[in-house]
Each structure stands twice: as C-alpha cells, then as structure tokens.
C-alpha cells in the first residue's frame, strides 16, 4: 500500500500542472500568499478528487442523495484516501440547528434525561417519583415488615360536592369502608356531605399484615387503588406517617402530571418538547419600536421609519389625530402612552380623508391600522424579497418569556439529574459543562444505565474544549458562529468518530483563535493525525507551521504570477535559503510593519458602562487618531464591544440610525470628534452570482461609461446600460447575462453548462464587438485585477479604483468572479478597497474584524501599509486581532478577558506594544513581548 499521496499535472485553475508527493499519515500544511494556489490544490483537487472517486463507488441510488463533483483537472492523484473537508463555512443557517445539535452532543444529553431524570413540581418544586406495583410491593416488605397496613384509594383530595353517585358506585363495586376527612365509614350508611365544603375522600380497599405469602394480595389491593383513581395508593403502616405513592408522574400535592420522560420530551424540534409558545426557537421575532421610530422626530417628519413623507398611513394617521384633537407637530417622544399606542397599535375610530388620486377626488372613509399592525400584514401578504429585506430592517429577536430561551416546555425543564435541568446544563459554557460533568456523582443504578453514555459525553464536550470553544454553550445557535468557531465545532466531531485512514483537508483552523488556544488545536490535528490519517491544513499561522511534519509552498506569487511549489518538504529542511516560509519560520523576516507610528494625541473616545451580553460594566478608552488592536482570547468580549457596542452606539448618536440597536452601555464620550464610521466586516459583499469585485467596488460603472464613449460604442448609439449583463439590451437573452445555464439531472445535482448562445460571455454579440486594445467587455470581467491595472493605466477614473483593490492583496481575483466564491477575509479586502477608493477626508472610524483572515505574512505587511495610510490621512482605525505581526504594528492595544464567556469581559490590559510588553497581565502581554524581542 502507498505511503504518499503522488499529484501528477494538476492544472486546476492557476495550477501550472503541478506535482506533489505529500507522505500519508502527516500534519501538512499548504502556505503561501493569497491567491497563489493553496486552496486550489487542497481543496479543488485532492479533496475534490477523493470525494469524486468515494462517491462514483456507490450505488446509482446512494449517488442520486449526495453532490457528485466534477472531475478536477489533473492528470493523476495516486494513493488517495476517502476525504472530509472541514472549511470556514456556517455550520446552518437554520435557527434550530445549535452547538449542541450540531455535535450530536444534545442527543447524549436528551437520553440521559429520559433515563434517569427526576422530574420536579414546576409548582412547588416537589421531587416527583413512580413506582411499579412490584417495586411498591417490595418497599413494603423492605420497611413495614409485620405491621399492620391499610391499603386506600384516594379517589377525591379538597374537592367541592356531595358524593352521592361516588358512594353508590363504591357500593356496587363491593367495596364497604370509606374515609372522609379522616373518619371512616360504613358505605352502606347513608353519608350527607356538605356540597360547599372541600372533602378528601379514600377507600378502603384492604386490611392486611405485612407478612410472608401475603404478597400476591397486596400486590391485588394496589392495582385496585390504581385503577380507581388513575395512579394512586395511599399506605396506611400502623404507628407510621401515612405514604403516599403513584405509578405515573404526578404531583401528590398539586395535581400536576408529567408525560412518560422520552428523549423526545426534550427535544425542541418535537412537538413533545418544544416550547408552545416560540415552538423550540428560544425567540421571538416581532417588529420593534425602537427600530422603526426616531423618539426626537416629528411624526410627519421622518419619526416613523416605515413611512417617508406623503406616505398614504401618514396622511391617516393625521386625520386620526386632528379627529381627536391631539397635536402632530410635537416629537414622538413628547407624546403620551397613550398616544403612542395609537401611532403603533391603530384605532377602530372611523376617520374620513379625501385625497387625490390620478386626478381624481376620492375619500377613506375607515380606520387606522397602526404600525405594527401595518409592519405585519405588509410581511405575512409580501412575495417580494426585497419588500421582505426592507421590512426586516424593522424586526428584533426577543427571548422568550415563557421558556427564556431555552426552547422546552416547563415539564422538560422540571426535569432533574442532580441538582440540574436539562436546560441549566445547556447554557453553561462547555468548559464549565466539563467540570460539572467530571463531578457529577450518581448512584450505582444510574450508572449501570447512563454510564456508558456520559462516558462518550465527557470526551465529545472534552473535544470541543481541547479546539478552543470552552466558551460557547451548548444552546448556542449555529447560525450565529463565525466561520472558525464552525470549523472548530466540525472539527471537534470528527475527532469524537475516531476513524481512520482519512484525507482530512482543513482551512485555516486558527481563524479567531488567541495564540494561547493555538497549541490546543495544534495538539487535536495530532491526535486526528495519529489515529491514522492524513492532515492537511491551508494555514499562515507561525506555530501551525512550526509544528507540522511536512510543509507545501505555493508561488511565488498571486494569480498568474503562482501556481507553483516553491518548495516541499519536512519542517526540518525548511531554512531561510529559498521560498518565503524558511525565512519567516527562521525568524530571519516577519509580518510587523512600525514604519509611521504616530504618537498618541488628547483626543480619546470613550465607551463607558458596556455591559452587553458578557461585558461587565466596562469602560475602555481608544485614542483617536491612531492604529489600534483589540485582543483577547475566544469569547472575551472583543465583537460585542466593537460590533454591538462601539459601532452602534455611535451610530446611533451620529446619524439617528434607530435601525441599529447598540449594546447595553452607559455613555459614549468623544464622538463628536469622529465624522464618519465605517465598518468592514467579513459578511459576503453580494447575494447572488451577479455581484461581483468590479459591480460591488463601483469600478464597473466607470467601465460600462468608459466603453460607452468608445468610437464604434458612439456610432452605435450604446449607453453604459447596454454594458451591463442585469439589464436587458446588451446581455445575451438565452442565458439572462449569466453565462451559463442550468441542467436538470436525475441522479446527480444540477448540472450548470456555459451557455450555447453567448459561449459564457454574458452578452450579446453587437455588444462584444466594442472593444478597447482588443478587450470586450466580457474580456475585461474575465482578467484578473492585475491585468486590468495594466489595461486602464492610462484611464485615471478606473486604474485608480483597481489600484486599490489590488493594494489591498487581491490582484489576483477576477473582475466579473461571483462575490459568493470570495472567502470571508476576501471579501472585506474588497469593501476595504472600496472605502480606500472614497475621499473622504480625515476624521473617519474604521472598525475591522480580524482584517488579516487568509493573509500570508507578505500579504499582512501589505494590509498593515494601507491601514497605516489612512490613520497618516487624519482616521483612526480600530482592529480585532489575533495575529500578533499587526498587533505588534499598532499604536495602541486593548486587551479583553482573561478568559471567554463568564470568565471575559473585563478590561485586561491597556496601553502601547511597548508597555503592553512589560505588562504581565493577562495572555497576550506575555505573547507581545515574546514576539517583539523575537524580531
């Protein structure tokens, strides 16, 4: 059997027919620039290629259920495994779908409770327990031994009435003694209750002594008391306190039942379990007030978000108001309650409004809706995405009430495995999980049926901590998980299956993991590694590569300029004579830039009292006018503070954005001094195939005017929309500018061809007859940044724009490539590029998550060297980052934690990269200093 794993020819997009012999049973890790073929060999074809060739190995039948690839261009991968790929990509977008679902970690959990959960009263928190009639028996025997004993039925408890039907059906069934209120009765006496009384009521069902071969008729009397009052018997020991016993889940003392406890019971995706009030979400989605309304507005001048000027429930709202002599011109802050709830919720007033329509007079003659009312008729009867896209704009999730967030009815929370619930232990960190489940102390019979079980739950939880997400809990929904934490999670279960013989193909795992947590993820792809498999991981991270076996690296260069291997080999060949990686791994070189540090000013702005989710109450100063990172390890605080906190709140005070609700926080001081705030995040920069660079940019429109000024465009009469594949006039019709077209298979997926008509060129053929330098239109879609820097070098209008995109390290992507094939730190180079492309002066905040995601240390000095630039130019400029070449970089550095989830959101550390280093607060000050004296 091969011991390597031999790529012959592999030509896969900028590819030049490489050839690479990676050993099997390695850490490998693929590095080099952005662009330069790392993903397309990882990924587009040894991962590709591996699932190709599992896939075409099973049946028609099974092929028709799973996506079949392409084959990639290669001329022959020898020794190849079956393959898993674990990328930056949402684990779901279904709001259902949580860590704990995810990791199947919530189906351990789910049978462990059915198993040998103790249901609790939810009303008077009571331990609820049922007996079989042998165990029943048993006890007996166990503890009332020779005694004598009462068997009753205590078929009434503290109700109303007289009984008469009761006593005579007790009668024709045979039995002779009853208890009322605690004196017994002869039957056939004639009782006469007091209807207006509450009355406890129990038959005697037998008189017995506990003694041997009385069994059987005990065993008889309780099923009698069970039958009669639908699962309850009460024991009467001589001399002893009264017991009181049931075969079902019941409280003796409220009457409240439970269902039989099933996995399903607690399942929020079960009838059986979900909550019935948010049906298993743990929210409610509902239109907002404080989204759709602007308190300091006037109500006809822009108060209500919904409704611009004239709008038809305006002019409504105003005949309302007039019919009952209220005032419209005061801010909607200033009105009473009641006021404004019939600006939200409407009136069944009549109002009469006459208006002009089309020329013609008409009146409304009805009632005003209200807001919300309107907001939801507008979503529940709407098809329009993009009437649904706006209206969203005024949508909040609200926690539920009834389950607060946890998804489950009030019986499965009442549910008990020591002293926790099902939903307490769901919405610990999975660190603090850990901890309880390694304390967790349980009797000899629990343990003989769930031992096996929370033996697999420790390792899967112990799993998800070693990969550095011990902060996330479990009722964590997945969709909200940046692309690492899901790589991570998916991760963790793979680790937990234990197979073997695996090609595992990763990218990026470190994404938004603190240098403290990367040694526990390095030391997990080892454990994958020496299980058996093959681990190659697309990584720029020092330590991952550090720590690898063997190192592939892709070059030189991006785009056209890559494609190669530079070199290969075991970490121990790689010094600092060829390539780039030996050099930075040798320390010869590294990804810190300090050229045009500024010194600190007197301008600070300042978050005061940021208590959003974790936060805790913190106030955090940044100096205006600078560079500066925000670090900190996973789950301290650092994306709350930048995103909910930060950005809102001052976007909030800046331009009234009541769309925007900002964290919880007491005060932001010094924002006047900032113009503009701009936030670059890593969210995907179109929705669709049409979005691309060039349309998302804007350097598009500068193309199609440009083109449309070209001679033979003039003579034709072509405007700039008859450049542009969304429209009708230029595009080619058959394919709708798309450039290919989709065909239906019946066993495989759908099957995407180029287009017969246009051959992929998205237009029609009058309109690729405009050329510039020989270059169509379509042609210019298809060159890569680069090459169109170089086309439009003497056009100031265009080459200006491209400049940009490609100083932001993306020269190498196409112009017309789908925005949805960009990766996460891709596509916010892109939005960066466009903010570059804006004069905007000085005096603007930009705010960036983890800017350096997919970046080599070449490509971060470049990154660096353009937000260094805009600081020089009067901004300030705010990171989120991990990577400790750019915290290195900055001016300053706030540091968050000291540890994620609970243990976070305090102000670790604050200060310059030289203080910073002399600090020994925290993590990461000992890992500035670690890097700095290294450089």
């Known amino acids: 059997m091969s011991q390597v794993i031999r790529i012959v020819g592999a030509r896969e997009h900028n590819l030049k027919g490489v050839n690479v012999t990676i050993p099997k049973n390695t850490l490998t890790v693929v590095t080099g620039p952005s662009g330069s073929g790392k993903s397309s060999l990882a990924f587009d074809t040894l991962y590709a290629e591996g699932q190709r060739r599992y896939v075409e190995s099973l049946s028609a039948y099974a092929r028709q259920f799973l996506g079949v690839q392409k084959k990639p261009d290669v001329d022959d991968i020898d020794g190849l495994s079956p393959a898993i790929s674990i990328e930056q990509k949402g684990v779901s977008h279904n709001p259902r779908s949580t860590v704990g679902t995810v990791t199947e970690i919530y189906d351990h959990l789910r049978l462990i409770f059915a198993r040998i959960g103790v249901p609790r009263c939810p009303s008077c928190g009571s331990a609820l327990h049922r007996h079989s009639v042998d165990e029943m028996v048993d006890m007996v025997y166990r503890d009332h031994r020779d005694l004598k004993l009462e068997v009753m039925a205590p078929v009434a408890k503290g109700k109303k009435g007289g009984f008469k039907n009761l006593f005579i059906d007790l009668r024709r069934k045979g039995f002779l003694r009853v208890r009322v209120d605690g004196e017994v009765y002869w039957l056939e006496e004639d009782l006469d209750l007091d209807k207006k009384r509450p009355h406890n009521i129990d038959v005697v069902v037998d008189r017995l002594k506990v003694s041997e071969g009385k069994e059987g008729r005990l065993a008889e009397a309780i099923q009698i008391c069970l039958d009669l009052t639908e699962g309850f018997v009460l024991l009467e020991p001589e001399g002893k306190p009264s017991i009181r016993l049931t075969e079902r889940f019941v409280c003796p003392d409220c009457g409240v039942s439970f269902p039989d406890l099933e996995p399903k019971l607690f399942s929020f995706n079960s009838p059986s379990g979900a909550c019935p009030d948010c049906f298993g979400i743990g929210s409610h989605r509902s239109f907002s007030e404080d989204l759709a309304v602007i308190p300091d507005q006037g109500l006809l001048n822009g108060a209500l978000l919904p409704w611009k000027k004239n709008h038809y429930m305006l002019r409504r709202l105003v005949a309302l108001f007039e019919s009952l002599g209220l005032e419209t011109d005061r801010p909607y802050g200033e ?17 009469r409004l006459s ?3 089309g020329g013609v007079e ?44 946890l998804r489950l009815k009030p019986e499965a929370l009442s549910v008990f495995v020591g002293k926790w619930s099902i939903g307490d232990l769901v919405s610990m960190p999975i660190d603090g999980l850990l901890s309880e489940l390694e304390s ?8 003989s049926i769930v031992g096996q079980v929370i033996g697999e739950l420790k390792k899967r939880v112990g799993f998800l901590s070693q990969v550095g997400a011990g902060y996330l809990s479990l009722n964590r929904r997945a969709d909200t998980l940046s692309g690492g934490e899901s790589q991570r999670i998916r991760l963790a279960t793979q680790i937990g299956s234990k197979l073997t013989g695996v090609l595992y193909v990763l990218d990026e795992p470190t994404i938004g993991l603190h240098p403290r947590d990367t040694h526990r993820l390095i030391d997990t792809l080892m454990e994958i590694r020496d299980q058996g498999n093959t681990v190659i991981v697309v990584e720029h991270d020092r330590d991952v590569m550090d720590s690898a076996d063997y190192l592939v690296e892709m070059g030189p260069e991006a785009g056209e300029l890559g494609g190669t291997v530079v070199r290969e080999g075991y970490r121990d060949d790689f010094d600092g004579s060829t390539g780039k990686t030996g050099p930075y791994l040798t320390g010869q070189v590294s990804g810190m830039y300090r050229e045009g540090s500024v010194p ?14 974790n936060l805790k109450d913190l106030d955090i100063s940044i100096p205006i006018g600078a560079f500066v990172c925000l670090t900190g390890v996973s789950g301290s605080g650092k994306s709350t503070f930048l995103h909910d906190v930060l950005y809102r709140g001052i976007m909030r005070r800046m331009d009234h954005s009541y769309r925007l609700r900002p964290g919880t926080h007491r005060d932001i001081t010094g924002w006047e001094d900032i113009k503009k705030v701009v936030m670059v995040d890593q969210s995907p920069i179109g929705r669709t195939p049409r979005s691309n660079p060039a349309t998302y940019t804007g350097v598009f429109t500068h193309i199609r005017d440009f083109f449309s000024q070209l001679p033979e465009a003039k003579i034709r009469g072509f405007a700039p929309g008859r450049f542009s594949f969304n429209v009708r006039g230029g595009r080619c019709e058959s394919c709708g500018g798309a450039g290919e077209q989709k065909v239906s298979m019946l066993f495989m997926p759908d099957v995407y061809v180029q287009c017969e008509v246009c051959g992929g060129k998205r ?81 603007t905040l930009y705010l960036l998550d983890e800017p350096t995601t997919g970046l080599f240390y070449t490509d971060v000095v470049k990154l660096t060297k353009i937000l260094r630039r805009l600081v020089s130019q009067g901004n300030t400029v705010v990171v989120i980052e991990h990577n400790l070449d750019v915290i290195c970089s900055s001016d300053y550095v706030v540091d968050l934690g000291p ?20 600090k020994r607060d925290g993590y990461t000050c000992g890992f500035i200093k670690g890097h700095r004296d290294d450089f």
């Open 899 to 918: 540890e994620g989830g609970v243990g976070g959101g305090k102000l670790v550390a604050c200060g310059t990269v030289d203080e910073m280093a002399e």
């Open 440 to 447: 967790i102390e349980l009797g000899d019979r629990d343990i």
């Open 362 to 405: 008409s009146e409304y003659r009805g009632r005003y809706e209200g807001l919300i009312p309107w907001l939801d008729r507008r979503w529940r009867d709407s098809d329009s995405e993009a009437v649904q896209e706006e209206l969203a704009l005024f949508l909040s999730d609200d926690i539920c009430q009834s389950c607060s967030g």
């Open 335 to 351: 009105l009473s309650a009641e006021e404004k709830a019939l600006v939200l919720f409407g009136s069944e007033d009549k109002i």
């Open 355 to 357: 208006f002009e329509r």
């Open 763 to 843: 237009y029609n053929r009058e309109t690729l007859e405009v050329s510039y330098r020989g270059h169509s239109i379509a042609d210019v879609l298809e060159m890569t940044v680069d090459q169109g820097v170089e086309l439009f070098s003497e056009i100031p209008s265009i080459h200006s724009r491209l400049a940009f995109i490609q100083e932001a390290g993306l020269g190498y992507i196409s112009l017309g490539q789908s925005a949805l094939t960009l990766s996460g730190g891709e596509a916010q180079r892109v939005k960066l590029a466009k903010e570059l492309g804006k004069r905007t002066g000085k005096g």
């Open 600 to 613: 600190l000013g007197d301008k600070w702005l300042s978050v005061l009292g940021a208590s959003e989710n």
